[in-house]
């Protein structure tokens, strides 16, 4: 069955540090698609990326990178130099077919405090 | 404006009085979702519809019920709401089916039901 592992419920960091969040999927199917999206404390939702199973190519964008392995079935997403307006919660999502259709499986969600 | 919009924003109602709350956009999308938000839990999909009269059940359908009767509208239906079901609800659509699209999700809706 599918699912999506954060095993990081909260991490606080201070402002500058890097910091990495963990993203484990299980999934039985060899076409898949990996998302990241946050929520910062005003509660909508916005994407980050989205990565396809056939593309492992890892993505840096700005302060942004992501590390998709899978080998390690891990999606994991990295802020450098963090800054207070990091401060979110950070969803790993798994897409795939079912049936005739497509489910979407969110992960718990990383709470990320950034201190000034 | 490219949106997804939800009505209403915020609902306090009591248990066993029918409720809908809306989900239309704009963009021409052919898949739309239904999720909840709840501590602890990440986001569930309630229901998802793959384009007009074609709906489906996500993890979580159990005392809810969905319509696709046009392609920019998905009303989430409860007939007989229960405590259980107060939560943060998300709509969402997405150009492709689901699959490698990001989903643009609405501002949420909070239920309470008392």
């Known amino acids: 069955a599918q699912k999506v592992t954060q095993a990081q419920t909260e991490i606080s960091v201070v402002e500058k540090e890097d910091v990495t969040l963990d993203c484990v999927y299980e999934t039985r199917d060899t076409t898949y698609y990996l998302f990241w999206y946050k929520q910062p404390p005003s509660g909508e939702l916005v994407f980050l990326i989205r990565?396809?199973?056939?593309?492992?190519q890892n993505e840096i964008s700005g302060r942004y990178s992501w590390n998709f392995q899978k080998s390690t079935s891990s999606f994991n997403f990295t802020i450098t130099a963090s800054q207070v307006v990091d401060s979110a919660v950070y969803f790993c999502a798994l897409s795939e077919a079912e049936g005739g259709g497509f489910k979407t499986i969110f992960g718990a969600g990383t709470r990320l405090f950034v201190k000034a | 404006e490219a949106q997804v919009t939800q009505n209403p924003r915020y609902l306090i109602t009591v248990t066993g009085k029918k409720l809908t709350v809306t989900c239309s956009q704009n963009m021409n999308h052919e898949y739309m979702s239904w999720y909840r938000q709840d501590p602890g839990l990440g986001l569930r999909q309630i229901y998802y519809?793959?384009?007009?009269?074609?709906?489906d059940k996500g993890d979580v359908p159990e005392g809810y019920k969905v319509s696709r009767k046009e392609k920019r509208n998905f009303p989430l239906i409860l007939e007989s709401p229960s405590p259980n079901q107060t939560s943060l609800y998300f709509c969402a659509s997405s150009l492709l089916p689901g699959s490698n699209q990001p989903q643009h999700f609405g501002d949420g809706t909070r239920l309470s039901i008392l």
């Open positions: 519809s793959m384009n007009v009269e074609v709906t």
């Open positions: 990565r396809n199973s056939f593309d492992e």
